[in-house]
């Protein structure tokens, strides 16, 4: 079990469909992260939030369109997909105040499947 | 540019010591994470070095060396559930510094 909860864990939609994935945590953390992550790659950061305001959008399409309603939520708004979106969605979560060296946290993930 | 290398695949027998390298070209460092990943779950954070030297956390530690660009995580006394993803991940300093820089992970199996 991680910390940082995030569904739903499977989504399968088709390419007009409009989704949300979710994603909370109550660790008191103000920095919030979207990755998307490709059978046997790394993570590939999306999104990062601060404090509520977006801080990185790493040049991600506007199908992908990220919100951050409180310092505990952050969702991931989906329309119009593409099947090469297909991937495994994670949600991860930091500290902020006290330094560099804080680790970033991980939720389960959403796999997602386009058709 | 900005690079992290490490093995693709390493296979290890339960009971052993398993070291496994990370090596990184990157335009400023201001620390290295280790991460796990099982397959089809999410990372889970190991271990972080920003001075040189070794940190130990009981079974897995990890080595610094700033100036040379490298890392290695050691994992002792190995069980089959260390059969993972293992990812390194070094914070760039230059711009932005909660952005993570990753390598594309080492596959580690343990054998019984």
């Known amino acids: 079990d991680t910390e940082v909860t995030q569904t739903p864990k499977h989504l399968v939609m088709g390419m007009t469909n409009k989704k949300s994935l979710k994603c909370e945590q109550h660790?008191?953390?103000?920095?919030m992260y979207w990755y998307k992550q490709k059978a046997k790659k790394p993570p590939e950061l999306m999104f990062v939030?601060?404090?509520?305001?977006?801080?990185i959008n790493e040049s991600v399409p506007s199908r992908f369109s990220p919100e951050c309603p409180n310092s505990s939520l952050l969702n991931l708004h989906l329309h119009a997909l593409q099947p090469e979106d297909s991937a495994l969605y994670l949600c991860?979560?930091?500290?902020?105040?006290?330094?560099?060296?804080?680790?970033?946290?991980f939720g389960d993930g959403t796999r997602l499947s386009i058709l | 540019g900005q690079n992290i290398d490490q093995p693709t695949e390493m296979t290890a027998t339960e009971g052993a010591i398993v070291q496994i390298n990370c090596t990184y070209q990157?335009?400023?460092?201001?620390?290295l994470f280790w991460y796990q990943q099982h397959a089809g779950e999410a990372p889970t954070f190991l271990s972080y070095?920003?001075l040189d030297g070794l940190e130990e956390k009981g079974r897995f530690s990890s080595f610094l060396s700033r100036s040379k660009g490298y890392s290695y995580l050691l994992l002792k006394e190995l069980q089959m559930k260390d059969s993972a993803s293992y990812l390194c991940?070094?914070?760039?300093?230059?711009?932005?510094?909660?952005?993570?820089?990753w390598g594309l992970g080492t596959s580690l199996a343990v054998n019984p």
């Open positions: 991860a979560s930091s500290q902020e105040e006290r330094g560099n060296n804080q680790p970033q946290h």
């Open positions: 660790m008191g953390h103000r920095a």
């Open positions: 939030y601060s404090y509520e305001k977006l801080s």
């Open positions: 990157t335009s400023g460092f201001n620390g």
């Open positions: 070095n920003v």
């Open positions: 991940a070094v914070r760039d300093q230059a711009g932005n510094n909660r952005k993570l820089i």
